[in-house]
């Protein structure tokens, strides 16, 4: 198989990799920013057109105050970088998730990220902030069930692909790979409806330390799959 269009990846283990140095949790969350940046030119180099990447889950505001505010305060800072970067990477910048509920002056960052950098495609790196993918399937019914009662859409012409339409990926491909870092092996409310046929790859390294060699790993075990969705192989 080739090199995988789509990679979606569950950031995990900033926390453990910062604890393992003695230091706070925020400082795992500064070094899983920073890598980001290299994960992109590394996809990019690789062959990847999409990376979608999962940064604040609608779970984590469970989280103590103080770190739901650095995590927004880094991935503010990340857009700010990739805003003026957009040109050299030629990179399609998308945010998934409710973002109603994050502060206005994110909010506006956000939809300037995305209007700068749309006339790029060579990498297309969308952030899932504040996204649960049952929260999204809420959100789409909810739309759904409002154009339906505007008349503007019969039940009869709900199908699969009409109702991707309405979910935050509707511009994206599903996935052919998930990555999850640092062991944990479950999906955390990500992309359910979007992964019922991506191929799981989980790594054992936290976040922080999930360099190209270990992307490489990731896409050479994926390479070396049988995907046969549902049908059989064939010879
Ligand atoms: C991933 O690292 C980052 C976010 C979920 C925002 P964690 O903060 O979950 O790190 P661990 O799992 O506690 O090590
Ligand atoms: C999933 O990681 C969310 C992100 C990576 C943003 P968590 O660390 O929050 O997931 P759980 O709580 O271990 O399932
Ligand atoms: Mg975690």
Not at 145 to 169: N, R
Not at 173 to 180: F, V
């Amino acid at each position: 198989m080739s090199v995988p269009e789509h990679i979606a990846i569950i950031m995990d283990g900033n926390g453990r990799w910062a604890k393992k140095r003695g230091l706070p949790r925020n400082a795992g969350h500064t070094a899983g920013a920073k890598n980001v940046e290299d994960i992109c030119v590394a996809a990019k180099k690789l062959g990847v057109k999409y990376l979608t990447l999962y940064a604040l889950s609608t779970e984590n505001w469970s989280r103590p105050e103080a770190e739901v505010r650095a995590l927004m305060r880094l991935l503010s800072g990340y857009l700010d970088k990739a805003i003026k970067t957009a040109h050299e990477n030629r990179m399609h910048i998308r945010v998934i998730g409710d973002i109603t509920r994050l502060e206005p002056k994110f909010q506006r960052q956000i939809i300037e990220a995305e209007r700068v950098s749309s006339v790029y495609d060579e990498l297309n790196l969308t952030i899932a902030i504040n996204y649960g993918s049952r929260d999204e399937l809420v959100r789409a019914v909810r739309r759904v069930g409002a154009d339906i009662k505007a008349g503007t859409l019969a039940p009869e012409a709900v199908s699969e692909e009409l109702f991707a339409g309405y979910l935050d990926t509707r511009e994206l491909p599903d996935p052919d790979l998930l990555i999850r870092t640092s062991g944990e092996q479950r999906l955390s409310n990500y992309l359910l409806w979007q992964l019922a046929y991506s191929e799981f790859y989980f790594a054992q390294v936290p976040w922080p330390d999930f360099d190209e060699a270990q992307l490489v790993r990731a896409i050479d075990a994926y390479e070396n799959r049988d995907r046969r969705y549902g049908g059989i192989r064939e010879e």
